[in-house]
């Protein structure tokens, strides 16, 4: 699922963030989790998306080769809306 980056709710970052998870858990993708639970569940503060977009960061870099290009496409739209969280900018 193509989140927009733009206009994404907090509901559908947590689903979208959870599908991944929960998608990872099935296929026992260890890499994959064992990153993006470092900042999974958000936490609503700066802070909390500072730590979700590294954790995505890192899916990107050290799981790279257990993502389906669809999961890809939606690690890199989290990695940008916590961007945005994070620095503020639109």
């Known amino acids: 699922m193509a989140l ?4 994404a ?5 947590h689903l979208e963030a959870k599908r991944l998870v ?6 026992r993708c260890l890499r994959a989790l064992r990153h993006a639970l470092a900042g ?7 802070d909390g ?11 990107r870099a050290g799981a ?4 389906t290009a669809a999961e890809l496409e939606s690690v890199d739209d989290l990695i940008r809306i916590a961007e945005r969280a994070v620095y503020r900018h639109r």
């Open 64 to 67: 790279r080769d257990e993502l």
């Open 4 to 7: 927009d980056i733009d206009n």
């Open 9 to 13: 709710s907090p509901e559908e970052i």
């Open 22 to 27: 929960d998608g990872w858990c099935d296929r």
């Open 40 to 46: 999974w569940p958000i936490m609503p503060l700066t």
């Open 49 to 59: 998306w500072a730590a979700f977009m590294d954790a995505m960061k890192n899916v």
